[in-house]
């Protein structure tokens, strides 16, 4: 990436964190009747810069409420344990996200999630689903040394960083199909118990698989008649038909740099425009 475009992603961020209105966790101190709990007593935050999401994790473990956070931009996210289901969609991690040496007992979910920086799973542990869904991480991805106890997807996502998986176990089936991975894909000695699906999957560098079983899973996938049921998904998507207007009016009096295009036209654009 180029010395100038660097400097645009950064001045990015910066409108990124104006742009939204800043969460304050007193909010929830009257969320029966506040609009960002959800009927089933989930704790619910849309279209919010987050400036510690630790906070918030924190509250809903001790609330025992799941926890969906949909169209925001986050900053300082360090989440190394969590009780409860937690969903993202459509939203941005403008720094380094750290969830290493974490337990997730229950479902983690990242749906058309970016990665601005990088992503740090490291030997963390994944007891429920975790299912990472048509996400962008443009620094990498790290999950050495992770163990994932029951499904796993990665599907249609674009990794323009590393994706680092040596020494993780998949427990469960494993979904990379219709990703594409633009650098290194490491799995050494990556142990997959079950099946991998790499159906569409590109591989811009070969990737580095020495004392893995990968190849035999794989085998095993294109062997089943049936495919593995993907991770659990809360629900349907209820977005509403792609309007361009609206898009073009949420980016109003600033340029449509790729951040913005990342934020409204992710799913719609050619990588070549994203550039």
Not at 47 to 66: G, M, P, Q, Y
């Amino acid at each position: 990436m180029r010395e100038d475009d660097v400097q645009n992603d950064d001045m990015d961020d910066e409108e990124d964190e104006e742009d939204l209105p800043e969460f304050e966790l007193t909010e929830l101190t009257h969320q029966k009747n506040d609009r960002q709990t959800g009927h089933n007593g989930e704790i619910f935050i849309q279209e919010r810069f987050i400036a510690d999401l630790a906070e918030i994790v924190a509250f809903a473990n001790k609330e025992h409420r799941s926890l969906s956070i949909e169209q925001c931009v986050l900053k300082n996210v360090r989440v190394h344990a969590a009780t409860i289901n937690i969903f993202f969609e459509d939203s941005i991690f403008i720094e380094k996200a750290r969830f290493d040496d974490a337990l997730f007992p229950q479902k983690l979910a990242f749906w058309e999630t970016s990665f601005g920086k990088e992503a740090e799973f490291g030997r963390t542990i994944f007891k429920g689903d975790v299912s990472f869904e048509e996400c962008l991480f443009q620094s990498g991805v790290n999950l050495a040394g992770a163990l994932f106890e029951k499904k796993a997807a990665f599907t249609a996502c674009d990794f323009e960083g590393d994706a680092i998986f040596d020494n993780a176990r998949f427990a469960g089936g494993v979904d990379f199909s219709d990703s594409t991975f633009r650098a290194k894909f490491s799995c050494l000695d990556t142990q997959f118990e079950k099946s991998v699906d790499l159906a569409n999957t590109t591989f811009e560098q070969a990737p580095e698989t020495t004392g893995s079983n990968l190849e035999k899973a794989q085998e095993a996938e294109e062997a089943d008649l049936e495919r593995p049921k993907k991770p659990y998904r809360k629900k349907p998507k209820k977005r509403a038909e792609f309007n361009p207007w609206r898009q073009l009016d949420r980016a109003s009096k600033k340029t449509m740099t790729r951040r913005h295009l990342l934020r409204g036209l992710f799913r719609f654009l050619p990588k070549d425009k994203e550039e």
